[in-house]
Structure formats: structure tokens, C-alpha cells
């Protein structure tokens, strides 16, 4: 693995290997070691798993940053939020999306899986209104 170097603002939060690190200054940090990490604006709070694309992301969340008891119940509850949200959009993509992400989240590349499921909450968004920026439409959009 290559290092990977990161630039964290003061105030900022990472989680690594499920512990919350607060940075008190900016700091330039590298991981020279393969780790589970979020940072910034990728770490989803509990209050705002508000909707149906939310929650899958913050269960696969659960199934990479977690503790090894909160990994195994974030991967069941990702299981089963799929399968709702795929029963219930129109959109063959989204289901493919959803599926994509269900299987990297499987294979242990959680990763993966949460950058697809950002995928799916844009996809929401749009389909919601929630968006306040301008987002390339889904269907515009390969699964990988």
C-alpha cells in the first residue's frame, strides 16, 4: 500500500479503525499502514440517516468504521435497506447501484460501497428536491 497523506482543519473529525480523532489545529497526517477511515464531511451522524438513501449509507458506515459488533448489524441492516429502497425506486440504475454497493460492501471494501451509496442519496435528492446545487442526473451516470 502507498501512503496516503491527508490535511485535516482544526476542528475536524476522523474516525480510524472505529476511534473519533478531534484535530485541535490543521494538521497534515499520513497513513503509511492499511486502515478503516472517514473524515470531514464523509462521517454521517445518527440524526441525519433521514431518509431511505441516508440510512443505507450510515449502515454500511456502521459496516466500515464500526466496531466489530456495529460492523456485522451495519452489513445486516444495509441488506435489508437495500432490498426496501430497491423495491420501491423506478429506477433500474439505482437498483444496479444499490447492488454494486451490496456486494463491495461483502467483499470488505466498504469504501466502495459508501461512494456509491452517495451516489444513490444525490439520486434521492434530485428525485426528493432536497438538492440545492445543481447534480448530474443518475441515469447519466455508470456504476462504477
Do not use: W
Request: glycine share 6%; aromatic share 6%; with cysteine.
Amino acid at each position: 500500500m502507498s501512503n496516503l497523506v491527508l490535511e485535516l482543519r482544526q476542528g475536524e473529525v476522523m474516525i480510524v479503525n472505529g476511534a473519533p480523532i478531534r484535530f485541535r489545529t490543521k494538521s497534515r497526517i499520513e497513513l503509511t499502514a492499511k486502515a478503516r477511515f472517514l473524515f470531514g464531511k464523509q462521517i454521517m451522524q445518527p440524526d441525519q440517516a433521514d431518509s431511505p438513501a441516508r440510512r443505507i449509507y450510515f449502515a454500511l458506515q456502521s459496516a466500515y468504521i464500526g466496531t466489530d459488533l456495529e460492523r456485522e448489524n451495519g452489513l445486516v441492516s444495509a441488506r435489508e435497506l437495500v432490498g426496501e429502497f430497491k423495491g420501491a425506486t423506478t429506477s433500474a440504475l439505482a437498483r444496479e447501484i444499490l447492488d454494486a454497493a451490496l456486494a463491495a460492501a461483502e467483499a470488505d471494501d466498504c469504501y466502495r460501497a459508501l461512494k456509491l451509496a452517495r451516489r444513490i442519496i444525490r439520486h434521492e435528492d434530485t428525485v426528493l428536491g432536497r438538492v440545492t446545487s445543481i447534480v448530474k442526473p443518475l441515469e447519466q451516470e455508470p456504476p462504477n
